[in-house]
């Protein structure tokens, strides 16, 4: 048993912020402002709320170890207050079987410290041509259908697709970016685009997506989840569909919220992600959207790449950055402009992405799982990222000072992460 006193507890359900303390026992958390009991731990002022639950990272196993693995993104995950890992299905091969489903679950339990909840793919090998094995993956545990950062090409067989999904009482997660117009493209159409003459694709791309799959999701009533909204159009369109269709939802990246097309400059290829950054007008237009509520869930869409795939020409270079690590002191500038309170930021990061999956963590209640994260958001500190727990080392932030530490983070009441310095 274990007591934290002297701390402000977060609350993203009532959206309150509260000094007192926090007791949790067996795994769960047992009692809120009550009488100190067990091990005390006087946290003088810090924060503490409900672990980060993080939808749409990659763990690049199997296949890609040299990347990141369960035990190095999980060590990352706890380091950065994230919990759960609700994992994309994108690797090398694609979990796309029962039998590699089956790997990845022994694998993560084996060496992760965090909660891993995988996806998988919704065709084999990510062809969009023959359904994968669906009734079976969700019967090992497979907790959502999703091509990762691919676009389903072949839009009757999608709608077949998500009719089955339907039956089976799960949902799609997708990447609505219409590929006959984004493929090949590194940066967002615009005048920065056409100055550093990079191949570039219109955020129509992106719309045109979106309206697909909101059309075929309403058409069949499956639960849809849009995993990155990162434009103005996209934002308009969704907020069109919320109003008649309450089974959809939506995402975006703390990277899109956090930057925009002017950090590409020059060529830095950190900052290449998928899809591109966008202009400060759409990144405006996200955050507005998380104001709303048209938007639901901020992830880190960690995407790990070797040195060998990043030190290439901007054009060449693989796309992604890492963000486990720094999903929270990034995503707490939001509360530093003004912009969210605390509570209503952890609804974004913790109680949202748990409701979506139907768990009972990411909240602060009595009775619940105890998943916490404890930190100091005034603390500032100087990101190298060579000290990140990643294998790979891509972030966007390197050299950046950020504010905001985490401390400690609990798994089921263990501690998986202590800050020592």
């Known amino acids: 048993m274990i007591t934290f006193?002297?701390?402000?507890?977060?609350?993203?359900?009532?959206?309150?912020?509260?000094?007192?303390?926090?007791?949790?026992?067996?795994?769960?958390?047992?009692?809120?402002?009550?009488?100190?009991?067990?091990?005390?731990?006087?946290?003088?002022?810090?924060?503490?709320?409900?672990?980060?639950?993080?939808?749409?990272?990659?763990?690049?196993?199997?296949?890609?170890?040299?990347?990141?693995?369960?035990?190095?993104?999980?060590?990352?995950?706890?380091?950065?207050?994230?919990?759960?890992?609700?994992?994309?299905?994108?690797?090398?091969?694609?979990?796309?079987?029962?039998e590699i489903l089956e790997f990845f679950?022994?694998?993560?339990?084996?060496?992760?410290?965090?909660?891993i909840l995988p996806m998988v793919t919704l065709s084999k090998n990510l062809c969009g041509k023959e359904m994968s094995e669906l009734g079976f993956m969700k019967d090992l545990g497979a907790i959502a259908f999703s091509e990762g950062l691919n676009y389903f090409h072949d839009t009757k067989y999608f709608q077949k697709t998500m009719q089955y999904i339907k039956a089976l009482?799960?949902?799609?997660?997708?990447?609505?970016?219409?590929?006959?117009?984004?493929?090949?493209?590194?940066?967002?159409?615009?005048?920065?685009?056409?100055?550093?003459?990079?191949?570039?694709?219109?955020?129509?791309?992106?719309?045109?997506?979106?309206?697909?799959?909101l059309s075929l999701a309403s058409l069949t009533k499956v639960k849809y989840h849009a995993d990155q909204?990162?434009?103005?159009?996209?934002?308009?369109?969704?907020k069109r569909y919320k109003k008649t269709n309450d089974r959809i939802s939506a995402g975006t990246s703390i990277h899109h919220i956090s930057l925009n097309e002017l950090d590409i400059g020059p060529y830095r290829t950190f900052f290449k992600i998928t899809p591109p950054l966008r202009s400060e007008k759409d990144r405006l237009?996200?955050?507005?959207?998380?104001?709303?509520?048209?938007?639901?869930?901020?992830?880190?869409?960690?995407t790990p790449q070797d040195e060998e795939s990043k030190?290439?020409?901007?054009?060449?270079?693989?796309?992604?950055?890492?963000?486990?690590?720094?999903?929270?002191?990034?995503?707490?500038?939001?509360?530093k402009d003004k912009i969210f309170n605390l509570p209503t930021l952890f609804k974004f990061l913790s109680l949202n992405p748990a409701n979506l999956i139907g768990a009972p963590f990411g909240r602060i209640r009595e009775g619940s799982p105890a998943d916490l994260v404890l930190f100091d958001p005034d603390e500032p500190f100087?990101?190298?990222?060579?000290?990140?727990?990643?294998?790979?080392?891509?972030?966007?932030?390197?050299?950046?000072?950020?504010?905001?530490?985490?401390?400690?983070?609990?798994?089921?009441?263990?501690?998986?992460?202590?800050?020592?310095?």
Request: proline share 6%.
């Open 5 to 98: 006193k002297n701390v402000h507890i977060i609350d993203p359900e009532s959206n309150r912020e509260s000094l007192g303390s926090l007791t949790i026992d067996n795994g769960i958390i047992e009692k809120i402002d009550g009488p100190i009991k067990g091990e005390s731990i006087d946290c003088k002022g810090a924060c503490l709320a409900p672990g980060i639950v993080d939808i749409g990272p990659k763990i690049c196993e199997p296949g890609e170890r040299h990347k990141e693995s369960f035990r190095t993104a999980s060590a990352a995950a706890a380091a950065g207050g994230v919990t759960c890992l609700v994992t994309r299905p994108d690797t090398s091969p694609p979990i796309d079987t029962p």
């Open 229 to 238: 909204i990162t434009t103005e159009e996209a934002v308009e369109t969704l």
């Open 311 to 335: 030190r290439l020409p901007y054009e060449t270079a693989a796309p992604g950055a890492i963000g486990l690590e720094t999903i929270l002191c990034s995503a707490l500038r939001l509360t």
């Open 105 to 115: 679950l022994t694998r993560a339990s084996n060496s992760a410290k965090v909660k």
């Open 382 to 421: 100087l990101i190298d990222r060579f000290k990140l727990k990643s294998k790979s080392k891509n972030t966007p932030f390197d050299e950046q000072t950020m504010q905001g530490r985490v401390l400690m983070t609990y798994v089921n009441g263990e501690e998986v992460f202590r800050r020592y310095n």
């Open 285 to 302: 237009a996200v955050i507005n959207g998380l104001k709303d509520g048209t938007i639901d869930i901020i992830g880190s869409f960690h």
């Open 169 to 213: 009482d799960l949902f799609i997660i997708g990447h609505p970016q219409e590929n006959s117009l984004s493929e090949g493209s590194v940066a967002t159409a615009g005048a920065f685009a056409s100055k550093l003459g990079l191949p570039s694709v219109s955020t129509v791309a992106e719309k045109i997506g979106l309206e697909r799959d």
